[in-house]
């Protein structure tokens, strides 16, 4: 196996570890291989080790590297900014965009998404720490995008994604997810049938585990420092 081979390998063992220390079950927390910047050859390798979803950020890079990859039998997230020039690319070519934050985006992905696909995945991207400058809307704005979203057959909204400020440890990571995870419980409660909880990259997957999460984005520690 190459390298990135037995990075897969070790990253899904600390999903299990993670997941076996948090009392739950690892078959619950699903494994985005974030391949930005790298190769569709990088991408190959993976999905030869078994890797099936795969994350992107930039549009065209990835457009280009879905169509060298179009025999292999990927799921493709969108989950970098999106642009309004961009969207009827992100809705010919991906399975699911994590990255939404604005009901005008919603409608242009709905009106452009291909009738010969099934609806676009998408999840809600929060910005549960309040700054300012980031991507993602505001905790208490989520209900109405959400409301939005639902209103569009071609969207099935899925979940939320959250990209909280890097943390010092453990526990501070922990406590910006848990953040992330108390919304998602609310909106469920509140009856919205979430089942995505997008959190955690190669530093704090483990503490995302611990809070919740049910998929983790994962770049650096599968393919190498970008
Ligand atoms: C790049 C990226 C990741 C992966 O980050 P790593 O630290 O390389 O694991 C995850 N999520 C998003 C939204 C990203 O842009």
């Known amino acids: 196996m190459g390298a990135i081979g037995d990075n897969l390998q070790a990253v899904r063992a600390r999903i299990v570890a993670a997941a076996v220390a948090a009392g739950r079950e690892p078959s619950a927390i699903g494994l985005l291989a974030v391949s930005k910047i790298f190769s569709a050859e990088a991408v190959a390798e993976a999905c030869a080790s078994g890797q099936r979803a795969f994350g992107e950020s930039y549009v065209q890079e990835a457009v280009d590297k879905i169509l ?40 242009r992905l709905h009106a452009q998404r291909p009738a010969h696909l099934p609806p676009l995945q998408v999840c809600i991207q929060v910005n549960t720490d309040g700054g300012p400058t980031k991507a993602g809307v505001a905790p208490a704005d989520v209900v109405a995008l959400a409301e939005a979203i639902r209103s569009l057959p071609r969207l099935r909204l899925r979940g939320l994604m959250t990209i909280p400020e890097p943390a010092v440890d453990f526990s501070a990571a922990r406590t910006l997810h848990v953040r992330a995870r108390e919304l998602f419980d609310a909106l469920n409660a509140g009856g919205l049938g979430l089942d995505t909880l997008s959190m955690g990259m190669s530093a704090d997957l483990d503490a995302a585990i611990d809070a919740g999460s049910t998929m983790v984005r994962v770049g650096s520690a599968i393919f190498g420092q970008r």
């Open 68 to 107: 060298q990859l179009a025999g292999c039998d990927i799921e493709w997230h969108f989950i970098g900014p999106i642009q309004s020039n961009k969207t009827r690319l992100v809705a010919e070519h991906f399975d699911w965009v994590q990255s939404l934050d604005r009901t005008r985006i919603a409608e």
